[in-house]
């Protein structure tokens, strides 16, 4: 499959912040790529280049051939965007949010209409067609905002963060629909700080931090760079002082890395079941208490704990 | 192009949904109107014309025949309803009534005014030529017509002394009269300017249509357009806050990732505000034309006139916008700038009794140029008479829009 995007060295600088640092990447056609990284890593900022609403610092992308920089209007024509936050006119109903973007799109007439009764089928809302926005629930209302993103029938379709916010079951609907889209042939780029998500959905995977993309390749490729290596995760209460604690494992013999985040304590190890003795004894000549203990397999959580020394959420 | 009319069509939809903003634009003006006219007793009467009987005082200390001519004015049957005059020699006793609100203004002639007129080698000194107005601050109104049939009839002996001046100067130059001669010529035109200017119907309130139809003033013809007009700036600042908003709800950035482009993002705000105006205007005149049955005038120059002021206010709606940051920071302005053009544009008060550099300073609201139009039409004007007021808001309207275009540029709202 050809390249439908190109990423080439793209810089973007705010006054003194570097938001971006020169990122590279392709995405091939019918593929599903996502962007993971925690809050402010710069994904938003790299997808708000690449659909033309900021210009790059420094660097080009083509899109379908297309530089964003010389020919914005014909990569807006290719792409179709998915905001993180909601981006509809909430007086207005679903159908007329739909024909107004539509209409921006350059659709009309019968072309329009029909499209638009499908976007409606397609995002499950045709009986609420004609109800305000501001009347829905969230889910709903994320609905409304990817089907605009569909409604020109997009060759790249950026979606950023589109379930955050939202309940597990309109999450769940959401995330079978990029799937959907996917298998109908539509390319995804797909932003998220949810490993989860990223794992589900992604044929490969670009993981960003600090406005630079740390790494890149299949799960299978990116999970091979922390070996065979399991994950124990410690959880404690709020009242616990656990840097402490984690710096004494850190200096336990086998143990790889051991990350403080979130009142967890994240240890990477060969084999977690028998790290898990040692660990606890640590933690209780510490007089620390250990409210619950999870054990992961090789994922991309534990990726990019090894690259970055933090957690993904953290 | 159809895209900019589909994002005007858009706004003027919201607008029309938000139920607060329909009350600020429509509810508020008609019942300040009708509460107003009811103050001023508009609905008290069946006769069209409810200022009446405006108890005026004059002082004339004039021996000539211009003075004895403006009192013979006030005194005419042709403003009999409207004015009650009242001759005093005294011009202390002539201000205590004044100030005692027993008038709503007095009118002092200046001993030797008519020489002053007549007589050139008096012209050097201009203080001999005025004619005093005390107006009572209490009626605004009132002391402003009292103004206006006089700014009216020196308006009238000016044209005469400069006719005066013209003729002898052509006489001269045509050698058909000798210097010496010139002194008795020019005082004969001069005292037959005021004998024109003494005829009973050389000035009157009472105007009539092309079709010699009768027009009689009438106060709500003054307080309606002066309350749309506010209104409407709250509805264009209202309408630059939407530009803001959108930016703020994430649908102005999704509109600059389609294939639109920026001149058609903003042109269709800018229309969207323009239709959302022009509609509050023009259903505010037809509700005030069925409800208080209000002769706005000539219909074309009405369109015409409102379709100008809205351009105006609009301008000054995008160039509030395009000063500040926030949606608050434009209704916090936005009702600072309406209340300012309110008082500088003749919306809560005559603006003829402002001193002079107010009313200078008031030329640059809507609402003085568009007022001034209506006015003008409500008393049988037609569409020849209101082109000054209509290219003055053109002017203000396109500046604005320029001076705006270009800071929007600077800060990034409309991509180059």
């Keep these: 499959m050809p390249d439908i995007l190109i990423v080439n060295n793209l810089v973007k600088k705010f006054e003194n912040v570097v938001a971006v640092k020169g990122i590279s990447f392709t995405i091939k056609e019918g593929e599903i790529f996502s962007l993971l990284g925690p809050n402010g890593a710069g994904k938003t900022t790299t997808i708000s280049m690449l659909s033309t609403l900021f210009q790059p610092t420094s660097g080009d992308a083509t899109i379908g051939g297309h530089s964003i920089i010389r020919e914005p209007m014909q990569v807006r024509r290719m792409i179709g965007v998915v905001p993180q936050d909601l981006a509809l006119y909430e007086e207005m109903t679903a159908r007329e949010n739909l024909t107004f973007w539509g209409q921006m799109y350059g659709l009309s007439g019968k072309t329009l209409s029909s499209r638009v009764d499908e976007i409606l089928e397609q995002i499950g809302l045709t009986d609420r067609a004609k109800h305000r926005v501001k009347t829905f629930s969230g889910g709903m209302k994320r609905r409304v905002n990817i089907g605009v993103g569909l409604l020109h029938k997009p060759n790249l379709l950026f979606m950023d963060e589109p379930t955050v916010g939202i309940d597990p079951q309109s999450r769940r609907a959401i995330l079978d629909s990029v799937k959907d889209l996917n298998k109908q042939g539509m390319t995804v780029l797909y932003t998220t700080h949810y490993m989860e998500e990223a794992q589900e959905l992604s044929d490969r995977v670009g993981i960003v931090d600090h406005g630079d993309l740390i790494a890149l390749g299949t799960q299978k490729e990116l999970t091979k760079q922390v070996g065979e290596m399991e994950t124990l995760v410690l959880h404690f209460d709020e009242s616990e002082d656990v840097e402490k604690l984690a710096a004494s494992i850190q200096k336990l013999p086998g143990i790889i890395k051991a990350d403080v985040s979130d009142h967890a304590i994240a240890i990477i190890v060969p084999e977690a079941e028998e790290a898990l003795a040692p660990v606890i004894t640590r933690t209780n000549e510490l007089g620390i208490k250990v409210r619950s203990i999870d054990i992961q397999e090789p994922n991309l959580e534990a990726v990019f704990l090894h690259l970055t020394g933090r957690a993904l959420r953290n | ?416």
């Design chain 2, 1 to 416: 192009m159809k895209k900019l009319f589909i994002i005007g069509l858009k706004d003027l939809k919201l607008t029309f949904r938000d139920k607060a903003a329909l009350i600020m634009m429509l509810l508020a003006p008609f019942l300040l109107t009708l509460g107003l006219g009811f103050v001023s007793g508009r609905f008290s009467s069946n006769q069209g014309s409810v200022i009446s009987n405006i108890p005026v005082v004059i002082v004339n200390q004039d021996e000539g025949q211009l003075g004895q001519a403006l009192v013979d004015i006030f005194q005419s049957r042709s403003l009999a309803e409207l004015v009650t005059p009242s001759v005093e020699t005294d011009p202390a006793t002539a201000r205590q009534l004044v100030d005692d609100d027993q008038a709503s203004a007095a009118v002092f002639i200046p001993m030797g005014f008519t020489q002053s007129v007549i007589d050139p080698k008096a012209q050097a000194d201009s203080t001999t030529l005025q004619i005093e107005i005390y107006g009572n601050p209490t009626r605004p109104t009132t002391a402003g017509v009292i103004k206006t049939i006089v700014d009216e009839f020196i308006s009238r002996v000016e044209v005469g002394r400069v006719s005066a001046e013209v003729t002898v100067s052509q006489l001269l130059a045509g050698q058909l009269i000798k210097p010496q001669e010139a002194m008795q010529i020019a005082m004969t035109i001069g005292e037959q300017s005021a004998a024109t200017a003494s005829t009973n119907d050389a000035i009157s309130l009472k105007t009539s249509t092309n079709s010699g139809a009768e027009i009689q003033f009438d106060v709500l013809a003054y307080l309606a357009p002066g309350m749309a007009l506010i209104f409407l700036m709250f509805t264009v600042t209202n309408g630059g806050r939407t530009l803001l908003n959108e930016k703020l709800q994430g649908t102005l950035p999704r509109l600059q990732v389609s294939p639109t482009t920026s001149s058609q993002i903003l042109g269709g705000k800018v229309f969207g505000i323009f239709l959302t105006g022009l509609a509050q205007m023009l259903i505010l005149i037809v509700s005030s034309t069925l409800f208080f049955r209000l002769q706005w005038g000539d219909p074309l120059g009405v369109l015409l006139l409102v379709m100008a002021a809205v351009v105006a206010a609009v301008g000054w709606g995008l160039f509030l916008t395009s000063l500040v940051n926030s949606p608050g920071q434009v209704t916090a302005f936005g009702t600072a700038i309406m209340l300012l053009f309110s008082l500088l544009g003749g919306g809560f008060i005559n603006r003829q009794i402002l001193p002079g550099w107010l009313k200078t300073l008031g030329l640059i609201t809507p609402n003085a140029w568009a007022l001034d139009g209506f006015q003008t039409l409500s008393l049988g004007g037609g569409l020849p008479d209101i082109l000054r007021p209509i290219l003055g808001l053109l002017v203000m309207g396109c500046v604005l829009f320029a001076i705006s275009a270009f800071l929007f540029t600077r800060r990034g709202f409309v991509k180059g």
